[in-house]
């Protein structure tokens, strides 16, 4: 069975704080669809456009899988934290929410690794080698590249070319929550210390990764493997 898309509106970082003001505040799902309805109404005049964001912001955070609760819990609480970038909150949520977009992350991290920038043209090349060359994913592909121009994580070179913002994140429990959600994300069965500070899809985000905040929390395992300390989650 081909893997859904999903992400097939550009989203803003507004869009998604309102989506959790809404949550923060307690109140129902159905009462969240619709004020988000009249939210969104104000800058998006199709039904059809309107009905779709509304959906990938309440997949986000409000229909949230049982096993990324506690992530969540996490994200709410940091989400008051003003030294703490909303955009890593979202982030986190987000590549838990849709694999496409961790996918996304993932290619354009490895690259600017490597080189500075990156064209769309490389992108969907790359991202059809793994998903399938699909029309929605073609759609979905430069909707995903509005959305990172909206959080400011990427900007335009020039046409199709682009080029990654970096954010620095000091806060410790904002740290916890980014490994959270790379361990959330099963794409390894343990992590080395180092390789955690260096995952692709956490591209826009510059973090260390200390011993003593592994050690300190309950929310990590760690064990020897051949000779490594390794970490999973708890």
């Known amino acids: 069975?081909?893997?859904?898309?999903g992400l097939s509106r550009p989203i803003k970082l507004e869009w998604l704080n309102k989506a959790v003001d809404l949550l923060k505040q307690g109140k129902s799902e159905e009462e969240i669809k619709n004020e988000l309805n009249e939210y969104l109404s104000f800058e998006i005049t199709s039904p059809t456009n309107l009905r779709k964001t509304r959906e990938i912001l309440m997949t986000i955070w409000i229909k949230t899988p049982d096993e990324f609760v506690s992530i969540k819990k996490l994200a709410l609480e940091l989400y008051d934290n003003e030294n703490v970038n909303k955009i890593?909150?979202?982030?986190?949520?987000?590549?838990l929410t849709y694999p496409v977009f961790l996918d996304v992350c993932a290619l354009i991290g490895k690259l600017i690794d490597i080189q500075e920038t990156f064209t769309t043209a490389w992108l969907k090349q790359?991202?059809?080698?793994?998903?399938?060359?699909?029309?929605?994913?073609?759609?979905?592909?430069?909707?995903?590249?509005?959305?990172?121009?909206?959080?400011?994580?990427?900007?335009?070179?020039k046409k199709g070319e682009y080029k990654a913002s970096l954010i620095d994140i000091k806060n410790e429990k904002a740290v916890t929550l980014?490994?959270?959600?790379?361990?959330?994300?099963?794409?390894?069965?343990?992590?080395?210390?180092?390789?955690?500070?260096?995952?692709?899809?956490?591209?826009?985000?510059?973090?260390?990764?200390?011993?003593?905040?592994?050690?300190?929390s309950d929310l990590f395992v760690l064990n020897n493997f051949g000779g490594k300390v390794v970490v999973t989650g708890e």
């Open 178 to 216: 980014i490994l959270l959600a790379i361990i959330a994300t099963n794409s390894k069965a343990y992590y080395e210390i180092a390789e955690l500070s260096q995952v692709p899809y956490m591209f826009p985000f510059s973090y260390s990764v200390s011993h003593e905040l592994l050690y300190s």
């Open 126 to 157: 790359k991202l059809f080698d793994i998903w399938g060359e699909r029309t929605t994913l073609l759609h979905s592909v430069d909707k995903m590249l509005q959305t990172l121009k909206c959080l400011g994580v990427v900007e335009n070179q």
């Open 88 to 95: 890593l909150i979202h982030w986190c949520m987000i590549l």
């Open 1 to 5: 069975m081909a893997k859904i898309v």
